[in-house]
């Protein structure tokens, strides 16, 4: 299996709801990574994962919750979100976090989130 | 930390002209430069890269050149297709992927 999934594809939530995004992989990849992404935007990096533990927070709200069950499963629990919340989030893994042969990164499809 | 510019923002060129996209960065430890494409409502997917140990390289009609000591790299596109039609993002690694802002590149028939 050489691909990223992600699940849902299309998510709409109130303010109020909670849910969550999933994200997998089986091509063994130790890192895993979420980003936020506007429309004719790039990604904006969210949280990194490396063996399971979280390496980076980029200064992300606590509405968004991220969580790293397994090595091949990330998922992404959102409360209390805002309007302007809404973008496509997109999942991304890489065989480990560094060394130069080391960092290629594979996209997920990507969840559309859109919060009213 | 990385900051990673990409110029143009659009590029429209017709059908079997080339297109060349560049970016520049700013961290010289920086040594791994993905691009990737990205279609309408769709995921990026890596085109091509390029390590710092190796100025250029190319794959059918796609290449991309480093230059270290000036501290760009450029995305080549020959014979464009329509299907070429897409957001090209470039990217650095420093402590974690940089992207650029991206290029909307178009392939007028």
């Known amino acids: 299996d050489t691909e990223v999934t992600q699940t849902p594809k299309h998510l709409v939530m109130g303010m109020t709801n909670k849910k969550s995004l999933k994200c997998e992989q089986h091509m063994g990849h130790r890192a895993m990574y979420w980003y936020k992404q506007k429309a004719k935007k790039p990604p904006e990096l969210m949280f990194v994962y490396s063996y399971e533990k979280l390496s980076i927070n980029e200064s992300v709200p606590s509405r968004f919750s991220p969580e790293c069950p397994n090595s091949s499963l990330l998922n992404l629990h959102l409360h209390a979100l805002q309007p302007e919340d809404s973008a496509l989030y997109l999942c991304a893994s890489s065989l480990n976090r560094g060394g130069p042969r080391l960092v290629e990164q594979f996209f997920g499809p990507g969840t559309r989130l859109t919060v009213l | 930390g990385e900051n990673v510019e990409q110029h143009p923002s659009t590029l429209s060129v017709q059908e079997g002209d080339s297109a060349v996209i560049k970016c520049t960065y700013s961290?010289?430890?920086?040594?791994?430069f993905p691009w990737y494409k990205q279609e309408l409502g769709k995921r990026p997917q890596l085109i091509i890269d390029i390590r710092s140990n190796v100025g250029e390289k190319k794959d059918q009609r796609i290449a991309v050149t480093l230059n270290k000591t000036a501290k760009h790299f450029s995305l080549h596109i020959t014979e464009t297709q329509p299907e070429d039609s897409a957001v090209y993002f470039c990217?650095?690694?420093?402590?974690?992927?940089?992207f650029g802002t991206g290029t909307s590149l178009t392939v007028i028939p």
């Open positions: 990217a650095a690694n420093g402590n974690q992927f940089y």
């Open positions: 961290d010289s430890a920086s040594n791994y």
